[in-house]
Protein backbone atom coordinates (compact mmCIF):
# COMPACT_ATOMS: atom_id res chain seq x y z
CA UNK A 1 0.00 0.00 0.00
CA UNK A 2 1.16 3.35 -0.52
CA UNK A 3 2.08 5.68 2.21
CA UNK A 4 -0.77 8.62 1.35
CA UNK A 5 -3.27 6.08 0.78
CA UNK A 6 -2.48 4.38 4.31
CA UNK A 7 -2.66 8.09 5.93
CA UNK A 8 -5.93 8.61 4.00
CA UNK A 9 -7.56 5.46 5.09
CA UNK A 10 -6.27 5.68 9.14
CA UNK A 11 -7.39 9.37 9.51
CA UNK A 12 -10.59 9.06 7.89
CA UNK A 13 -11.05 5.58 10.69
CA UNK A 14 -10.06 7.91 13.35
CA UNK A 15 -13.84 9.20 14.21
CA UNK A 16 -15.81 6.07 14.27
CA UNK A 17 -13.34 4.71 15.97
CA UNK A 18 -13.36 7.70 18.60
CA UNK A 19 -16.88 8.08 18.31
CA UNK A 20 -16.45 4.27 19.25
CA UNK A 21 -13.85 4.79 22.18
CA UNK A 22 -15.83 7.81 23.89
CA UNK A 23 -13.27 10.19 22.62
CA UNK A 24 -13.83 13.94 22.35
CA UNK A 25 -10.71 15.14 22.26
CA UNK A 26 -7.87 12.98 21.89
CA UNK A 27 -4.36 12.57 23.51
CA UNK A 28 -1.28 10.78 22.77
CA UNK A 29 -2.25 8.16 24.34
CA UNK A 30 -6.39 7.96 22.60
CA UNK A 31 -3.65 7.56 20.01
CA UNK A 32 -1.42 4.89 21.32
CA UNK A 33 -4.80 2.95 21.95
CA UNK A 34 -6.14 3.45 18.11
CA UNK A 35 -2.59 2.15 16.99
CA UNK A 36 -3.19 -0.51 18.88
CA UNK A 37 -6.50 -1.36 17.21
CA UNK A 38 -4.65 -1.06 13.61
CA UNK A 39 -2.40 -3.51 14.42
CA UNK A 40 -5.01 -6.35 15.84
CA UNK A 41 -7.31 -5.47 13.25
CA UNK A 42 -6.41 -3.54 10.56
CA UNK A 43 -2.86 -4.35 9.91
CA UNK A 44 -3.34 -3.79 6.21
CA UNK A 45 -3.15 0.01 7.05
CA UNK A 46 -0.22 -0.42 8.33
CA UNK A 47 1.38 -2.27 5.29
CA UNK A 48 2.58 0.72 3.77
CA UNK A 49 5.61 1.69 1.86
CA UNK A 50 8.79 3.19 3.41
CA UNK A 51 11.20 2.69 6.06
CA UNK A 52 10.67 3.89 9.88
CA UNK A 53 8.63 3.39 12.79
CA UNK A 54 5.36 2.77 11.61
CA UNK A 55 3.51 4.32 15.02
CA UNK A 56 5.64 7.28 14.28
CA UNK A 57 4.18 7.74 11.15
CA UNK A 58 0.86 6.74 12.10
CA UNK A 59 0.97 9.36 15.43
CA UNK A 60 2.34 12.58 13.00
CA UNK A 61 -0.47 11.86 10.65
CA UNK A 62 -2.93 12.34 13.55
CA UNK A 63 -1.42 15.31 15.21
CA UNK A 64 -0.85 16.80 11.76
CA UNK A 65 -4.94 16.11 11.56
CA UNK A 66 -5.70 17.68 14.49
CA UNK A 67 -7.09 14.67 15.52
CA UNK A 68 -4.99 14.31 18.62
CA UNK A 69 -2.74 15.99 21.04
CA UNK A 70 0.47 15.13 22.22
Known sequence: MMREDARRQVVALWPA???ANNV????GSDAL????????????LLAFEGSGDKWQAVH????????VTD
Open 17 to 19: WAK
Open 24 to 27: EKGT
Open 60 to 67: GWLINGHL
Open 33 to 44: LFFNFLQDKRPD
